[in-house]
Nanobody
């Protein structure tokens, strides 16, 4: 059974930092791309960042470049999202998602329809 379990969500002040974790099980971690998505109330789910474990390539949406860093610990089957200089617009439920990383299009790697498996989400709130 595939499982993705997020943790680390919290209330943080604007300008602060937070690190999210996603622990994966039930599939060959090294062969998959793992992404972080977020969804704020009344908004569509947005792709934030992705790491393709097959080749280590990372992707970020423009609004988080330079502030967020995605990393993967293959020994622990865990992906992290380190968030710095946080803004109120980062407030959302953050989801971890997985898809096979053997073939993908960079132009759609942050599109939610590309992903087969999803976690339950963790709330991140940034106070201004």
């Amino acid at each position: 059974e595939v499982q993705l379990v997020e943790s680390g969500g919290d209330l943080v002040q604007g300008g602060g930092s937070l690190t999210l974790s996603c622990v994966a099980s039930g599939f060959t971690f090294d062969d998959y791309a793992i992404a972080w998505f977020r969804q704020a109330p009344g908004k569509e789910r947005e792709g934030v960042s992705c790491i393709v474990n097959n080749d280590g390539t990372t992707y970020y949406t423009d609004s988080v470049k330079g502030r967020f860093t995605i990393s993967s610990d293959n020994a622990k089957n865990t992906v992290y999202l380190q968030m710095k200089s946080m803004k109120s617009e980062d407030t959302a439920v953050y989801y971890c998602a997985a898809r096979w990383g053997g073939y993908y299009s960079p132009s759609s790697i942050l599109s939610h329809w590309e992903y087969e498996y999803w976690g339950q989400g963790t709330q991140v709130t940034v106070s201004s």
